[in-house]
């Protein structure tokens, strides 16, 4: 049901007319020749089926009508239709899509028109849907299928399965389940806010009640703790008035102690400094004296090099002037020679002028004068030679051959000059070039020597800096190491006196404030001593940190520090420091690692302190162990082996043996004084041997510049060689050219005497024939000689004769003669040339050799000057080393007494400092006591107290009285006068004073105590923030969340009906889709196979289909693979153009058994495949269209070549024998048509030009 019957168009593209296209069997071929029309017939078929003008090679719809017109007459039409009758159950039904004249589509089915939307519902009715254009494949169209991307597979099956109606719906609910969702999220997490701002409340309601009484437990601890604090005031102040009387009387005994050093400090000053501007005298003498031959150097090696090239260059003059005065000679002679011949030449010219004029009469000579005289003999002659015609003829074809003889042996001539010209030319040039090798062979010789010696210097240069740079790398070496022992000397020394300081200030800052614990190194110590260095890396820069009770303790004595100027330090304080805690997995990481701070020993109290700075750092046995916990387990440590190594958390490892590194000076050895000097005098020894080597070394000629004379030689010798090269090339060249110039000349001799012998027997005959021509012409001239006065005519004949001789030798002898003038002012030219030449070369030769000796002279000179100054750099030299004795000696001395005085000076600062320090400890403590006073009397703590009140405190600073203390600080006076009873304290806490260590710890741990209880209590008063309002916020957050709640369920209950609806929708275009992808799947390769079988191949390729989103397919693309037989997977673009066609018939052919429409139109699909495809393709199309038409085939039933079996094709998934289906397939190919049921054929009409078809009728012939 389905199948196209016939077409009826008129006036369609190239269709003029009404035409009737068919019928159409169940397996026709289109044939035609190219542009006869067949793609036309595509566009008709797919025009009639609703398919947009957009793919019928046209941008609108006018552009179909037939407008063509065989003659200019013709009017066009501007109406065009195609009507399809296709077989249906009722019988027949016309399709016609007509072209109206306003360019639209009119659509009618059995002449009734429709619409659009109702033509394409009644071809979908027949399994024709127009937008998957499952009934047609366009020409070309066949490879882009196979290679279409996997979204634009998955747009076809979704849109062949039906499953794209539901994809708006599909993606409109998509969005509407989002925003449920998002909705109902919301509402739940507003719900969530409410319920916890209600618990807030009621916790707001339990801290109401609790706020009183910590009040009153406050009141009461703050009382004690103010008492406590002002007990230990009192005992301290009492202490520090003590110990500043002791230092006043130590101060005193210092500071005449320091006077007396100090005068011998300045003493010892002098006298160094005495020799040290001696010292510095003969030190500026030696630089002077150095300074003065380093400038003579490079004038000196100037000079030298001046010398060198001049006596080069008086060497090439030497030989210029050589070659030159050759040249003069030779040039002399050629110039002589020409003059020579000039002069025979001309000789030769007057005895040719001399003998004509002696050898005829004066009557003969005045011929010249008589033009009618020789007119007459001329008109004479004419007659004669016309009666002597046999013989004069002969003798003018003699005349001719000499004449072309004299031709030819005057040619002959000057080619033999020519090429004996050539041959001194090139005589010339070879011994040029002779010389030339000559010069260049000698030049290349020097240039070798000369290579051979800067390579010799080069050599000896190298082998003197080597020594002098392996004596200069052993002193480096000792000097490194001297300059490393005096730096670690001077760093211990120094060291000493820092580690003296920080001990001093420390003592201070201890002093003054009860809760400075200490250094971090001095408040821990390793459990074993292997652990020393491991432990001192990791401590680092907190190694001399201090560690303090609070963050104001730490402000405290950072601000006395700044005061007293003491210097600078680190503050660790306990209550402000913040510690990650440590992960106790990494005690357990490795049994040879454990945690610095697990091979420390040191005070519970100061955990806090030792864990902020050893972290999670860790202790290794070895490198290895290290690199396998950071690297292999990459645990965020950093690990610390024994030896000092590092591997820091980046990765990066640095450290290393520690031994002699400052960081750990404690275990090194002090250098004493007198080492110290030792080392500096070797320093001193070492220094001064090292500017010697650098001397040394600066003297020699840099191996830099001989290397590059070296190069500019070796440039030399290359230019040199091949230069010689070629020259002998050229010389070689110039011998060939020589022996071919004197063979040709040889030639050219044997010619010209070959000519002159036939010239004279040619001479002989003409005079014979001329005898006989004058015997028989005498009669006729015997009135002319009568007339003329002439013997007889022989006579006249003669004069003419010879005088034409004589013109032509004169004419010879002029141009000789002007050739040679000519040659001999250019040789002339070349003589003076050379001669001013060798003059002007003999003049250079002359200054260069004046220039030489002065330039020696200067030398000499220069050298004389550099000798004595040498003389006087080594006198000059022992005189500076006895001048550094000396001053090496005085500086001994003045580093004594200055050592004497420093340690006098330091100590009476040190002592001046202490006593600052209680002054300043003292004056604190008395504004300490004064503040907590002030604090109480403004807090309203009550104190008890034995004398004065607490009203005698101010407020107010303004008016405070004061007095000046020692220290130079302002003190209240005020609270002197107050005696606080202490007796209400407990026994246990009065007795509590910081006088030792344990005092010390006492007190820290009661003052934290007091200060936690108080601060535990202020926090959580205030903390507490109680409200009256607690009970009808409460009502209002219950009616809020029951609203919210409210307000959720509805969300909710939404959100799930829109999922219910999405899930559907989903369901249904899932079930569509995978409907249509399992059919197809399964039958491509099928299909595949039946196309790729062969005898040969009787299992076929393979063709398969995967999905990218096997969830929700039609989301994303569908693969397709093909595998033509016996060869290996590759993508679909790699295939040849003939597989592609293959597989995209296999894969249409699937998708049309899925939704098979009644008839199939193929548009060239075989241009790609080779002979046995296109066979194969024909067979299978028959095999299948003429099963259908006779309702089955048997099952070992053969079309072809090809088994094509009913149970093949049952199993390929196509449609059952039954249904109807019809192949119509344009082809060009004879293996494809032949094998067709029906042939349609299309051919262009010249007359009309348009298209006109044919049909036959083929099932009648089929085999």
């Known amino acids: 049901m389905g199948q196209l019957l016939r077409l009826e168009v008129e006036n369609f593209k190239s269709y003029k007319g009404f035409q009737t296209i068919g019928p159409f069997s169940s397996f026709t071929a289109v044939i035609g020749p190219n542009g006869s029309g067949k793609s036309n017939l595509m566009d008709a078929i797919s025009f009639v089926l609703g398919v947009r003008s957009t793919h019928l090679r046209s941008t609108n719809l006018k552009d179909l009508v037939y407008n063509s017109p065989s003659n200019e007459n013709t009017k066009l039409s501007n109406r065009a239709f195609v009507a399809a009758v296709l077989k249906t159950k009722d019988g027949e039904t016309t399709f016609k899509r007509s072209i109206t004249t306003s360019g639209t589509s009119e659509y009618r089915i059995n002449s009734k028109a429709v619409t659009q939307q109702e033509y394409n519902t009644e071809l979908e009715k027949l399994n024709i849907i127009t937008k998957a254009k499952n009934f047609l494949v366009f020409q070309g169209d066949v490879e882009a299928i196979a290679s279409q991307s996997p979204k634009d597979l998955t747009n076809l099956i979704e849109t062949m399965s039906g499953s794209i109606e539901y994809r708006n719906e599909y993606e409109q609910l998509k969005k509407e389940e989002q925003l449920a969702a998002e909705q109902s999220s919301i509402s739940f997490n507003k719900k969530r806010a409410i319920a916890a701002e209600l618990k807030s409340v009621f916790q707001q309601k339990k801290e109401l009640d609790a706020y009183e009484d910590k009040k009153a437990k406050l009141s009461k601890l703050s009382t004690e703790h103010m008492l406590w604090k002002l007990l230990q005031l009192d005992r301290k102040i009492d202490k520090d008035n003590a110990e500043i009387s002791i230092h006043n009387s130590q101060i005193e005994e210092r500071l005449s102690e320091t006077k007396n050093a100090e005068k011998q400090v300045n003493t010892s000053r002098k006298s160094q400094a005495i020799a040290f501007k001696e010292l510095s005298k003969a030190d500026k003498n030696i630089k002077l004296l150095e300074k003065d031959l380093e400038e003579n150097q490079p004038t000196l090696v100037g000079l030298k090099e001046k ?530 030449e060798l003059d002007r070369t003999k003049n250079a030769l002359t200054e260069l050799e004046a220039d030489i000796i002065a330039t020696q002279q200067e030398i000499d000179l220069i050298e004389t000057e550099a000798g004595s100054l040498i003389q006087k750099i080594s006198i000059s030299r022992n005189d500076y080393q006895e001048k550094l004795v000396i001053y090496r000696n005085e500086s001994a001395e003045l580093e004594k007494t200055r050592s004497v005085y420093v340690e006098k000076l330091s100590s009476l600062d040190l002592i001046s400092k202490m006593k600052s320090a209680k002054e300043s400890e003292l004056g604190k403590s008395l504004d300490l006591k004064l503040a907590i006073l002030r604090k109480c009397r403004l807090e309203g703590i009550d104190i008890p107290l034995k004398g004065g009140s607490l009203s005698q405190i101010q407020i107010s600073l303004a008016n405070v009285s004061a007095s000046e203390t020692s220290g130079g600080q302002l003190v209240d006076t005020s609270s002197i006068d107050i005696n606080p009873d202490y007796s209400v304290l407990p026994q246990s806490t009065r007795k509590v004073f910081n006088t030792d260590a344990e005092g010390i710890s006492n007190t820290e741990e009661l003052e934290k105590m007091y200060s936690s209880q108080i601060s535990l209590l202020q926090n959580e008063i205030n903390s507490m923030s109680p409200s009256t309002h607690a009970r009808e916020k409460l009502e209002v957050l219950q009616n809020k969340l029951n609203d919210s709640d409210a307000e959720f369920s509805t969300f909710r209950n939404t959100a799930k009906k829109v999922a219910s609806r999405f899930a559907l929708v989903r369901s249904r275009r899932l079930e569509l889709f995978n409907g249509m992808y399992q059919h197809i799947s399964l039958a491509v390769d099928k299909f595949y196979k039946i196309l790729t079988k062969s005898s040969l191949f009787p299992i076929g390729g393979t063709a398969y289909l995967n999905l990218e989103n096997t969830y929700e397919p039609y989301l994303e693309g569908v693969k397709y693979h093909a595998m033509p037989p016996l060869k290996r997977f590759r993508d679909m673009d790699l295939l040849s153009g003939g597989e592609k066609t293959v597989a995209a018939l296999a894969l249409l052919f699937a998708l049309q058994s899925y939704v098979p429409s009644p008839f199939f139109v193929l548009d060239e699909v075989d241009a790609a495949l080779d002979l046995s495809n296109v066979v194969q393709l024909a067979n299978y199309l028959r095999v299948r269209s003429t099963q259908l038409m006779a309702n089955g085939l048997s099952s070992n039933e053969e079309v072809g070549s090809t088994s094509l079996s009913e149970e093949s094709m049952a199993n390929s998934g196509e449609t059952t024998v039954s249904d109807t289906f019809q192949f119509i397939i344009i082809s060009l190919k004879q293996p494809l048509y032949e094998r067709a049921s029906s042939l349609v054929g299309i051919y262009r009409d010249q007359g009309t030009n348009s298209s006109s078809t044919l049909t036959l009728d083929l099932s009648k012939h089929l085999v």
Request: hydrophobic share 30%; with cysteine.
């Open 307 to 836: 010398l060198e090239t001049s006596t080069k260059k008086t060497l090439s003059f030497q030989q210029s002037i050589k070659k030159l005065q050759d040249d003069y000679t030779r040039q002399k002679t050629i110039v002589d020679n020409m003059k020579s011949e000039y002069q025979t030449h001309k000789n030769a010219k007057r005895r040719t002028q001399d003998s004509w004029e002696t050898s005829f009469t004066s009557k003969t000579l005045s011929l010249d004068q008589n033009p009618e005289a020789l007119a007459e003999y001329y008109k004479i002659k004419a007659i004669t030679d016309t009666q002597n015609y046999d013989r004069t003829q002969p003798l003018k074809e003699i005349g001719q051959k000499i004449s072309q003889l004299e031709t030819k042996i005057q040619r002959n001539e000057k080619q033999k000059e020519e090429l004996l010209k050539q041959i001194h030319e090139k005589l010339e040039q070879e011994r040029k070039n002779k010389e030339q090798v000559e010069t260049e062979s000698k030049y290349l010789s020097e240039c070798l020597d000369e290579k051979e010696k800067i390579e010799e210097k080069i050599k000896s240069s190298n082998s003197t800096l080597n020594k002098i740079s392996a004596k200069e790398f052993d002193i480096n070496d000792r000097l490194k190491i001297t300059l490393k022992e005096i730096s670690t000397a001077k760093f211990i020394e120094n060291e000493s006196k820092k580690e003296k300081r920080s001990i001093e200030m420390l003592s201070a800052l201890k002093r003054l404030f009860q809760t400075v614990y200490g250094r971090v190194s001095d408040l821990c110590k390793p459990t074993q001593r292997r652990y020393e260095l491991a432990a001192m890396v990791t401590l680092g820069k907190f190694a001399d940190a201090i560690v303090v009770d609070t963050n104001q303790t730490a402000i405290n004595c950072i601000r006395y520090l700044r005061e007293q100027r003491a210097g600078k330090a680190t503050f660790l304080p306990l209550d402000s420091l913040f510690v990650n805690p440590v992960n106790e997995s990494l005690r357990r990481a490795h049994p040879n690692a454990r945690l610095v701070t697990d091979v420390l020993e040191f005070n519970t109290i100061y955990d806090k302190a030792i864990s902020f700075v050893c972290g999670s750092n860790m202790v290794c046995d070895s490198v290895d162990v290290a690199k396998e916990l950071c690297y292999q387990r990459k645990l965020p440590i950093k690990a610390i082996t024994l030896d000092g190594t590092v591997i820091h958390r980046t990765g990066n490892i640095t450290g290393g043996s520690f031994a002699n590194v400052g960081g750990t000076s404690s275990s090194l050895s002090k250098w004493e004084k007198s080492g110290l000097e030792a080392l500096i005098k070797t320093r001193d020894d070492l220094s001064t041997s090292l500017m010697e080597l650098v001397k040394e070394k600066n003297s020699l000629i840099p191996v830099e510049s001989l290397q590059v004379q070296l190069s500019d030689c070796e440039t030399r010798c290359l230019t040199a060689k091949e230069t010689l090269s070629r020259t002998q090339r050229w010389l070689e060249t110039y011998s060939l050219e020589l022996k071919n110039l004197e063979s040709q000349y040889s030639s050219v001799c044997l010619d010209l005497g070959s000519f002159n012998q036939e010239l004279s027997t040619l001479e002989k005959n003409r005079d014979t024939l001329s005898a006989e021509i004058r015997t028989s012409s005498q009669p006729a001239f015997i009135e002319f000689c009568t007339k003329y006065n002439y013997s007889s005519i022989d006579e006249l004949e003669s004069f003419i004769e010879s005088k034409k001789k004589y013109s032509s030798k004169i004419l010879s002898h002029d141009n000789v003669i002007s050739k040679i003038e000519n040659q001999l002012l250019f040789e002339e030219e070349q003589l003076s040339y050379i001669s001013s």
